[in-house]
């Protein structure tokens, strides 16, 4: 008589976080994003998400979406364990905006437009209207280093105080992209009034240029200062050197 098949084994097969290739996903990975960063004129805007799909030894297929810059990096794997990923302190290629690419309101268009007219190869805008969650993605990593970030950048609203409020109700968020989800979370139930007292990149009503060094750098600060229309403007945010401009509409 012959005997009954086995039942299958209830036991976890063991996981490999190596590709058919036999490399992992670190080396993977971190080969993506260098392509990226060495290209920086096939990706004008930089990469805001990376989408790939591997084969592993065990013939699964994984298939993995990174949000972040370019400059992110994957950090050593443990215990077998997907690799998480890092903001690297110093990106290797700055990636400059069109004014057509920041899509800005109609205030801020003009203000950016009169500023290139005048420093035609100085300016360079590397900012300009942000969707919820690129905006909770550029404050993330800021988070990551200081908990208390938000509260000592922008100015005091019921939106600071709350984004501020989820922070520090969830000390175990602790990588960017759970603090980005959480941020995004919290503003996308803003309306847009809302939004623009926040963040006005968010309304597409401000851009961040470049720093400029020496005495042309001075003289972009005197020009920038005399933007029409212009609400508020700032050459540091959180310790930061980040040249800011906003504007009513």
Not at 4 to 32: C, H, I, M, N, W
Not at 54 to 74: I, K
Not at 88 to 113: H, M, Y
Request: aromatic share 6%; charged share 25%.
């Amino acid at each position: 008589m012959a005997r009954p098949p086995k039942p299958p084994s209830r036991k976890t097969p063991a996981r490999s976080s190596r590709t058919a290739l036999g490399r992992t996903l670190a080396q993977e990975l971190s080969d993506v994003l260098r392509v990226v960063r060495e290209h920086p004129a096939a990706f004008p805007q930089a990469a805001d998400r990376t989408r790939i799909s591997l084969s592993l030894e065990s013939g699964a297929r994984l298939e993995l979406e990174v949000t972040g810059r370019p400059w992110t990096g994957p950090a050593a794997e443990e215990e077998g364990h997907v690799c998480l990923f890092h903001e690297l302190v110093e990106p290797t290629f700055e990636a400059f905006a069109s004014i057509d690419d920041l899509d800005l309101a109609a205030s801020a268009k003009t203000g950016a437009q009169n500023l290139q007219e005048q420093f035609p190869n100085d300016v360079k805008f590397t900012s300009g209207r942000r969707s919820i969650e690129r905006q909770a993605s550029a404050m993330a990593p800021n988070v990551v280093k200081n908990r208390k970030w938000i509260e000592q950048t922008y100015k005091a609203s019921p939106q600071r105080t709350a984004l501020q409020k989820w922070v520090d109700d969830h000390p175990t968020a602790t990588t960017a992209a759970a603090i980005a989800a959480g941020l995004e979370g919290v503003m996308k139930s803003w309306t847009e009034a809302q939004q623009r007292n926040f963040s006005r990149h968010i309304t597409g009503d401000a851009f961040d240029v470049q720093p400029v060094a020496g005495a042309q750098g001075e003289k972009i600060k005197q020009a920038i200062a005399k933007l029409p229309k212009l609400n508020w403007h700032t050459f540091q945010e959180g310790g930061l050197e980040i040249w800011h401009a906003q504007f009513d509409t």
